[in-house]
């Protein structure tokens, strides 16, 4: 299941579930026509000074869509 996230800045973001664990979980927040993706620890660490990467789709991937 999707969770939500809500920056020191106000930018909602949409948290990736949880695959396997050990592994670092992916952030998403809707920049203009396309998504741009964190990870989550770096999120959390720094808030909306995190390194953020541009995402090619104009949907979310798979692991985000409801089960």
Sequence with gaps: ???TMIL???????VEPEQRKG???RVFRH???AYEWAHFE???ANGK???WFGYAGKELPE???AM
Excluded: E, F, I, S
Excluded at 8 to 14: A, E, Q, R, Y
């Design 8 to 14: 020191n800045d106000g930018t909602l973001c949409l």
């Design 1 to 3: 299941m999707t969770t």
């Design 49 to 51: 000074r995190a390194r």
């Design 31 to 33: 920049c203009g026509k």
């Design 63 to 65: 692991t985000m869509r």
């Design 23 to 25: 592994l670092d979980r």
């Design 42 to 44: 770096d999120v959390t």
